[in-house]
């Protein structure tokens, strides 16, 4: 169909010869959708008597592909009417310039535009649940005329728009919102997905023997991560270590061992400690009872 437009054309070149004396083509609007019953294209003309629009209706079961149709222009501008523009209807069209004699004085390249009447359609890759945070990113496609924005809202607060990936990281629930915009003003509708990042599970820890303790670090990627610290090697004791390191970390103790701790503990071995405390006793004991025998002595008291 673009072919035999264009042979029209080459055509009139040969009859009339070609002059660069057409510029600054619009189309208004610039990407019609199934309102726009009326389609405005201007342009700047020099030197010329009179214009002509020549299109081509595309892909409308109305309208043979093969019917040429025109348009004078007045002043700077004429008009394509479409009382009733399809969906991903193409308009074809070229702009010929005449001089006073009726000559060819210029002629445009081929265009072409689409009506739109499609949506777009948006995507997200977050997961729905994890126990980690989550990197959302969303994703727009429209084939016709583009998208032009996309809106999100968390957990009911208003849409705002979207610019590029955003984080997710407390542990609970999320409602995700969001839709698009493209370029000819169809609004999406708005698509919703829950989400959640839930606690991570870690294995038992048990401290070793000796009272040399143990550790344990989250990285910032886990959110509210959890270790179980076992009683298997008589330790009494749970150190915090780093204890404003955020996201926090659960600890449960279990067995003899009491206490909470952000990222580590340390064990330590209980009958050594109880062995040192009475000997400290004792030798506090003693030197109090050395001290009055002396006194007695010097004082004979």
Not at 21 to 37: D, F, G, K
């Amino acid at each position: 169909m673009i072919k035999r437009l264009g042979l029209m054309f080459i055509l009139i070149l040969i009859l009339g010869g070609i002059n660069a004396e057409i510029s600054n083509v619009q189309i208004e609007p610039q990407y019609p959708n199934l309102n726009s019953n009326l389609i405005k294209i201007c342009a700047d003309f020099s030197n010329v008597s009179s214009a002509s629009l020549f299109y081509q209706i595309i892909g409308d079961s109305e309208v043979s592909d093969d019917v040429n149709f025109s348009a004078p222009f007045f002043g700077k501008c004429t008009g394509i009417v479409n009382y009733n523009p399809k969906d991903n209807t193409v308009i074809n069209y070229q702009i010929a310039s005449y001089d006073s004699s009726g000559n060819i004085a210029g002629i445009t390249q081929l265009s072409s535009f689409a009506y739109d009447g499609t949506p777009p359609k948006t995507t997200d890759d977050a997961p729905e649940s994890t126990n980690h945070d989550i990197i959302v990113t969303l994703s727009c496609t429209d084939p016709v005329s583009g998208c032009s924005q996309t809106y999100y809202s968390i957990n009911g607060s208003d849409f705002v728009s979207y610019f590029g990936s955003f984080v997710l990281s407390m542990v609970g629930e999320y409602q995700l919102k969001y839709y698009s915009i493209d370029n000819a003003g169809n609004n999406e509708t708005s698509k919703e997905k829950l989400v959640s990042i839930t606690p991570s599970s870690r294995a038992p820890v048990s401290p070793p023997s000796g009272g040399q303790g143990g550790s344990y670090s989250a990285s910032n990627s886990e959110s509210n991560p959890t270790i179980i610290i076992n009683d298997t090697q008589n330790a009494s004791t749970v150190e915090i270590v780093n204890s404003d390191k955020f996201p926090p970390i659960d600890v449960e103790t279990k067995g003899k061992i009491t206490g909470k701790s952000i990222v580590g503990f340390i064990g330590e071995n209980k009958g050594i400690s109880i062995f040192i405390g009475i000997l400290i006793i004792i030798v506090i004991a003693g030197v109090s009872f050395i001290k009055r025998r002396i006194k007695r002595k010097l004082w004979g008291k």
